[in-house]
């Protein structure tokens, strides 16, 4: 039962939501009509911060308007008794509606008493009373206990009562059973005194104690409803508890109990509940670690278990996890956990038997649990949307997307052949059959090998095409998730990165930016990195420099007395993307930040999420610290993206977003580059990592396969192609040995088997189909491992870098070597280059006439300018050349 039920405007719901909060947790909103459609994102939003939402009718709206309501999370709708008449016939339940009986309150109050039978016992339908339905021989108080003794009384508290008037801002008297709605600005969470209500006061006049010594019985839950113990409660100690949104109790012997002030182990307060009989109160607590018990254990029960326990363990895992554990390597790799999400999903969707759908469900949820804990998304936030799922009336239909019931249906294809084939006489294998599995280090392994085709003169096209295609990407569904990053931080600014950080990277920063000059002490790093570093900067900027001069102006003169120039200016605020956490990629920094220093931007602010104690990859600051940059601001994801793109309180706007990041980075960048109002461009859209590499008989297998590996442990939606050119079955043979053999000594080989399960090995007579399907496909990366590899640069039309020979490796390009390692991806090298100088800069174009330059060229402009009836643009030049007597 809610002690007391505030009621707020639309424009004060976010604020009344973060009072309400840590106490009742309620709040009714009073809306018109005209104003659902806008209020709907903001309904979801306060929903989800457990903050029960109802909705008191001011004026017309339709059923479906008044449905989406439901829909979006609102608990109670008020509204007048046609309204409801309408809606449960449209399907809405009882339990959900309250009726508004303000205007006839007397008469109503009236007819029950004389007559209760008159209720429909089948709907739990609660009522409210406005004010102004109070007749004048009747207090509330009175109206209240009638209807308390009738209505509520009639179905065993089944309905409730919600009664509203101004005489409560004078007096802090309950109604119970009834329910007092009070306009929100009229209570606090302190005590009582300049015109305002204490929030504890209407708790504890709802409460009742039969114990000598006064105390209330309570009981404290978590966030799941896990009971964690039994305590006592005082008027003061509730009081306090609300003013502070901490759990505080009453000891018997000590006084005021803090909980958690000297363990550490504090609670956040949710929620304040009084049950039915109010005689015992529930608090609904956030508890922190070790628990809530003074034995260190979750509860005074013992430990936790089930789902509460796994999460526990595996935030602490995220914390603790040894270097190079499973659970590390998890967090660590989200392409890992999202292949492990998508494993688990499948082989549970297969199990038959109890025991089997039982252990698969147990594995699907660690690793989905896994997954939250990761994003900083809590358990109580997914059991939350449950419930507001659970409120929703409107339901869709359900059908499966069309890309899984095909999977369903090639599975069943496949389940139907294999049963063919066990009918058919078994035959002995043909000699050239490869195995399945290989022996690797004396234990049988599926093999890791790559799809084979061959192409021939017949091959058709559509057939090529297939060979070539690339892993879908969800760009529709990722960008329904970023979208509402992207505008939260455009209107909150740091608050909203503030928070965004803490959500998905679970750190809390004092603030999002670090300003140059860097402190010392954040660029610590071993003197061996260091050089690394310094070699690599140097080679960089040496490649880079070189690709331009930004003293020379071209000069055309295109016509006598018409001269054209052009000449470059840098781009003056560029944002660069630094992908980090809990990897560290210096590399990027520098392949970014070189070229933005080469160039001249006069800003360079960077962008990286910090590591889980709040810091920055020290390798990173200190790349930084060298280009010159003048802040960092420490977010990753959509919300990096969106800082940059529009600024906040402390990140400068940029003008140009540089920089590779997972999709929703990618998504990120393609909306703020096509929103207007940033006034942003980007370097180029991307996609995952990619190479093609094409080898013939001279190649050596293990360098093949090491330069294929090193893109394919990336993610499993990356994809490596080989165009083997007239190679023999012996020597394919050799090279599919060696990725199997290299695969299974890497880390991530679980991420290499499900990025060569999409991957393809071409078979081609000649090198130049191969470099046809090369172009065809155009590669991020293309590796040359052929007798004489030089010979075929000419033949290169799309291509993000290339590597020339046998000893050219695409790690050299991704480090040291001085090309860039930012480029295009999934097929945009046919229209795009990777990063390069000329990316930091903008040419700009100038003309400069002379008299007789303007009357050789001034007919044809206005002959032009006639044809397109812009008669503006031809007298600009007609009244120039009437002055000179040309015309």
Request: hydrophobic residues 40%; charged residues 20%; proline residues 4%.
């Amino acid at each position: 039962m809610f002690p007391v039920l505030p009621v707020t405007s639309v424009s004060g719901l976010i604020e009344t939501a973060d009072v309400v909060s840590g106490s009742v947790g309620r709040v009714l909103v009073s809306l018109s009509g005209d104003q659902i459609k806008d209020t709907l994102p903001i309904v979801r939003s306060v929903s989800e911060k457990f903050v029960d939402i109802s909705v008191l009718l001011t004026g017309d709206a339709s059923t479906d308007e008044l449905i989406s309501l439901l829909d979006a999370g609102v608990e109670y709708l008020v509204v007048s008794e046609p309204v409801v008449a309408d809606l449960i016939e449209s399907g809405v339940p009882g339990s959900r509606l309250v009726i508004n009986i303000s205007e006839k309150a007397g008469e109503f109050l009236e007819s029950i008493a004389s007559d209760s039978s008159q209720l429909d016992s089948n709907l739990n339908i609660g009522f409210y009373i406005g004010s102004f339905g109070i007749s004048k021989h009747q207090s509330l108080v009175a109206a209240g206990q009638a209807i308390a003794k009738t209505v509520l009384a009639t179905t065993g508290g089944a309905r409730f009562l919600l009664v509203s008037d101004p005489s409560f801002v004078s007096s802090s008297n309950a109604i119970a059973p009834a329910i007092p709605v009070v306009e929100a600005h009229y209570l606090s969470t302190e005590t009582t005194g300049n015109g305002t209500l204490s929030i504890a006061s209407f708790i504890t006049n709802r409460l009742v104690s039969d114990r000598v010594d006064g105390l209330y019985t309570t009981l404290v839950v978590d966030a799941y409803d896990n009971s964690l113990g039994l305590v006592y409660s005082s008027e003061e100690s509730i009081s306090e508890a609300v003013r502070t949104g901490k759990g505080v109790y009453q000891s018997r012997k000590r006084g005021l109990w803090y909980k958690g002030q000297t363990s550490g182990a504090e609670q956040t307060l949710l929620r304040i509940d009084v049950d039915c009989d109010g005689d015992c109160v529930k608090f609904v607590v956030d508890q922190t670690a070790p628990g809530f018990c003074h034995n260190n254990t979750s509860t005074c029960f013992g430990q936790y278990s089930g789902i509460s326990a796994l999460e526990q363990t595996l935030i602490s895992r995220k914390k603790n996890a040894p270097e190079g554990s499973y659970t590390a390597r998890l967090f660590n790799d989200s392409k890992l956990l999202t292949a492990k999400i998508m494993e688990e999903a499948e082989e549970l969707c297969d199990a038959k038997t109890a025991n089997e759908i039982s252990w698969e469900a147990a594995d699907l949820i660690y690793f989905a649990m896994t997954k939250l804990v990761q994003e900083g998304v809590s358990w109580n936030s997914v059991q939350r949307n449950l419930d507001l799922k659970s409120r929703k009336i409107s339901r869709r239909k359900g059908d499966a997307k069309r890309k899984w019931q095909a999977k369903l249906e090639e599975k069943e294809q496949d389940a139907n052949k294999s049963r063919d084939d066990a009918r058919q006489d078994k035959k002995p294998k043909n000699a050239d059959q490869t195995s399945s599995t290989v022996t690797t280090n004396g234990t049988e392994q599926p093999q890791i090998k790559m799809n084979v085709v061959t192409v021939t003169p017949e091959t058709s096209e559509t057939e090529i095409a297939k060979v070539l295609t690339r892993p879908l990407q969800k760009s529709a569904d990722i960008m329904k998730l970023v979208t509402p990053i992207i505008n939260n931080v455009r209107d909150n600014g740091d608050k909203a990165l503030i928070e965004l950080t803490e959500k998905f990277d679970r750190v809390k920063l004092q603030s999002p930016v670090l300003y140059a000059p860097f402190p010392e002490n954040l660029m610590q790093i071993s003197e061996e990195v260091k050089a690394a570093i310094d070699l690599s900067i140097s080679n960089i900027e040496k490649f880079h420099a070189a690709q331009i001069n930004k003293d020379e102006v071209l000069h055309v003169e295109t016509a006598p007395g018409v001269i054209c120039s052009r000449f470059s200016r840098a781009i003056e605020s560029v944002g660069l993307y630094v992908p980090g956490g809990t990897a560290v990629l210096p590399s990027t920094a520098m392949m970014l930040g070189i070229p933005a220093k080469v160039a001249g931007c006069k800003n360079i602010i960077l962008a990286s999420p910090p590591r889980s104690d709040g810091t920055l990859t020290p390798e990173v600051v200190y790349v930084a610290h060298k280009v010159g940059a003048k802040a960092i601001l420490l977010a990753g994801g959509a919300q990096a993206v969106a800082a940059l793109a529009y600024g906040t309180e402390s990140v400068p706007k940029v003008d140009k977003i540089m920089g590779p990041g997972n999709q929703f980075v990618t998504a990120a960048k393609m909306f703020v580059q096509n929103d207007t109002s940033a006034q942003v461009s980007i370097d180029m859209p991307a996609g995952p990592s990619e190479v093609l590499v094409i080898a013939d008989g001279t190649s050596n297998p293990a360098f093949v396969a090491s330069d294929l590996l090193s893109q394919a442990e990336h993610g499993v939606d990356s994809q490596v192609i080989l165009i083997a050119i007239s190679m023999t079955d012996d020597q394919l043979a050799a090279v599919e040995t060696e990725v199997h053999e290299q695969a299974m000594r890497l880390p991530r080989v679980d991420i290499v088997r499900g990025s060569i399960a999409h991957s393809t090995t071409i078979r081609v007579d000649s090198i130049e189909r191969a470099m046809q399907l090369s172009n065809q496909y155009g590669p991020e990366h293309l590796i040359l491992q052929v007798h004489e590899a030089s010979r075929l640069l000419p033949l290169v039309e799309h291509a993000g870098s290339v590597f020339v020979g046998a000893w050219s490796p695409e790690s050299c390009g991704d480090y040291s070597s001085g090309t860039n390692h930012t480029l295009p991806t999934y097929g945009y090298a046919k229209m795009y280059s990777g990063v390069n100088t000329d990316t930091f800069m903008k040419h700009i174009t100038s003309q400069e006439l002379t008299e007789q330059g303007l009357k050789n060229i001034g007919p044809a402009v206005m002959a032009l300018a006639a044809t397109e009836g812009l008669d503006g643009h031809r007298n600009a030049v007609k009244v120039r050349l009437e002055s000179l007597g040309a015309l």
